[in-house]
């Protein structure tokens, strides 16, 4: 486990259960000794990572396909 982390796995599932539960960032937060933003983070890694998978996956169909790659900006 990384020195500088405080929570271990454990608790991180039981935050990511809390936040889906409903419950608010500041009381996980007191709960197990964090600030709300740190609980913030974890929640926003969850919706990147969730984010993340969608666009691969989007990405490997696309390419699957055989259709061009272009870039739309």
Do not use: Y
């Not at 419950?23 to 990147?48: P, W």
Request: hydrophobic share 35%; charged share 30%.
């Amino acid at each position: 486990m990384d020195r500088r982390r405080k929570i271990t796995d454990e608790q991180l599932a039981a935050i990511r259960r809390c936040l889906k539960n409903g419950l608010t960032q500041e009381s996980i937060g007191r709960h197990f000794g964090i600030s709300a933003t740190q609980v913030g983070r974890i929640k926003l890694e969850q919706r990147h990572a969730r984010n993340l998978h969608k666009s691969v996956g989007d990405a490997l169909n696309w390419l699957l396909k055989g259709k061009p790659v272009t870039r739309d900006c």
